[in-house]
């Protein structure tokens, strides 16, 4: 790759200016870079394969206003890039367009309430798509489970990982991003949000990420912690935690929708230890409290009974099958012991996954090395299955590395494990949960009511919740809770931007 030239002024959205950069009949200079109000602010050359890559070093901050992302940019090691309050950036279709932190460098995109950072699509309203350009990558110097030198997923040239685990990535707060994700090769995409071995000392609050084309959210170990987080019908899955992350995440909102699913079946939670499910240190111990997952069969009558429906396919009303398939609100496989509380599912095929088919996830869990505690499961398929693709509520032995359900069995291990009676778990109806929706154009019941059970029953004692905020309610809200407001936008596809 080519060195490139970093412009050293810190421009406006909307001072004029001139640099020597291409421009194609649109008006849009045709090279690759940051773009303000029709010129570059990082200047680069396209490189050898036609791509385009653009590094720059230094500390730049970009005014309030709107921007233009074209072709991959990279903040290298010791560069540091502030974007102000209500600043909108858009990522070009045609170059997959994406913002790459690399280990040692930072970002600081700090919105607020009234004025959130929103990364969106550059395609007119209307037209926007999910995969629309690449997303957001922060990778920094904490651990992993695959060395010091772990390559980030989805194809950019950046490697993560480390030693330090209070490691500052800089600062995700009130921020949007949409339409973006893009698969570069067959299980290596970018998805919207990813995280390879980011700090502790990174700040992330009150993102949303909507329509991705892959995972909302995906965590490459790593040690940073995540509060106010919304998935909001992405195609894949929603929070999925691989390589050792160790982060607790709380207060956290998905919305599937019935129409959008990934054929490699698309689940709430994704976690594994690694891809062969190895027993290497450190573990996936990822810590979740206060989730609320509004699966597929969560947000409609009309979808709930339908037979193709509930045996996991996305719903297309022409024809009853869509796509792909969903499948669990929760898939904990390959040696992960990820953790979970006080949360509530509602509306999936299948509620739990506690797969053994590489490594032993059942093992950790009768252990107590990972823990499901204080939950609830309304209107699910089933509440447990025992592998990947099996819609069956029945106990599953792997021969020769083939899934084999046993006939004879009345239940899975997955269901038995979750309605321990010592772990508080419930199983329920929707109507008992008494949800509603608080925010008009979200178009699903999240909220619960007044005398909802949502309200009482969280319990913070367990040593595995030190640090997180202590509430009283299960799930990501309190009876009218107004964390959502001001901020969020639940139909980005209409959006003036």
Partial sequence: MKKFKLMSLVL??????????????????TDGGIVSNGNLLFEGNVIGDGSQEFVFSGNQTLKKGTYYLKGWVYIREGAKLTIEAGSVIKGDKTTKAALIVER?????????????????????????????????ILCGKAKNNQGNDMQIEGGPRTHHGGNDNADNSGILSYVRIEFAGYPFEKDKEINALTLGSVGSGTIIDHVQVSYSNDDSYEWFGGSVNCKYLIAYKGWDDEFDTDNGF????????????PRLADISQSNGFESDNCGDGAAVEPY???VFSNVTFIGPMGRDENFKNDETYINGGAYNPANGSGLGKFQAAMHIRRNSRLSCFNSVAVGFPIGLILDNEKGSTQKSATEGLLKLQHLYFAGMG???????????????????????????STSSFSSDFFLNAAYQNRTTTIDALMLTGATEKIGVNYMPQAGSPLLSGASFSDRFLEGMQTV?????????DTWLNGWTNFDPQNTDY
């Avoid at 160790?246 to 929708?257: E, I, P």
């Fill in 12 to 29: 406006s959205a909307f001072v004029a200016f001139t640099l020597g950069g291409c421009s194609d009949d649109s008006g849009e200079p």
């Fill in 104 to 136: 040692g460098g930072q970002l600081f995109a700090k919105g607020t309430a009234s004025e959130p950072i929103v990364f969106t699509s550059a395609q007119p309203k209307g037209q926007r798509k999910p995969g629309d350009w690449g997303g957001l």
């Fill in 246 to 257: 160790s982060g607790k995440v709380q207060f956290c909102l998905s919305v599937r929708d």
């Fill in 284 to 286: 996936t111990t990822a």
């Fill in 382 to 408: 089933i509440t447990g299955s025992d592998a990947n693709k099996i819609y069956q509520d029945k106990k599953v032995t792997y021969v020769n590395g083939k899934a084999t359900v046993d006939a004879n």
């Fill in 472 to 480: 009283s309610y299960i799930g990501a809200f309190a009876a009218g």
